[in-house]
């Protein structure tokens, strides 16, 4: 018992004892850091703005980015002709297309894919067997 009186004695008086630790600040309250010696120090207004560019010869030319051609606007590319369904003997009108993945925005083989599919969905049983409706539209 008397040595852990001891003991906790010891220790309230080591974090007593103990000076209190500060940090080297000089206008920062948050740095720990001590500024190198020589180094210029930092306007107090402006603390987080980068140094200002200065040109490596001291030349006073600005930079002259070139024009770039606006982007040519094409306009929805035309459906394809309707599709002929020898099973059921009926003319299906292609959905409009919308501009494709291609150079210019053609439609690629993917994209005539994708809207040949879709196409079979929303036709539903007007298009008779689906895997050939699909196939044809695609090779159209």
Not at 5 to 33: C, R
Not at 40 to 64: D, F, H, I, M, N
Not at 118 to 131: K, P
Request: aromatic fraction near 6%; glycine fraction near 10%; include cysteine.
């Amino acid at each position: 018992m008397q040595r852990a009186f001891l003991l906790s004695l010891l220790a309230v008086a080591a974090f007593v004892s103990a000076p209190p630790l500060h940090a080297q600040t000089v206008d920062d309250p948050y740095s720990i850091m001590r500024p190198e010696p020589g180094a210029r120090q930092p306007k107090a207004s402006e603390p987080w703005l980068p140094p200002k560019y200065k040109s490596p010869r001291g030349t006073q030319q600005q930079v002259k980015r070139p024009r770039t051609a606006p982007p040519l606007v094409q306009a929805y590319p035309q459906s394809p002709p309707p599709i002929y369904v020898p099973e059921t003997g009926r003319l299906l009108p292609n959905l409009p297309a919308l501009p494709g993945a291609g150079p210019g925005g053609r439609e690629t083989g993917q994209d005539r894919a994708l809207r040949c599919q879709h196409q079979a969905g929303v036709y539903g049983d007007a298009t008779g067997n689906r895997e050939a409706y699909v196939g044809g539209c695609i090779n159209q």
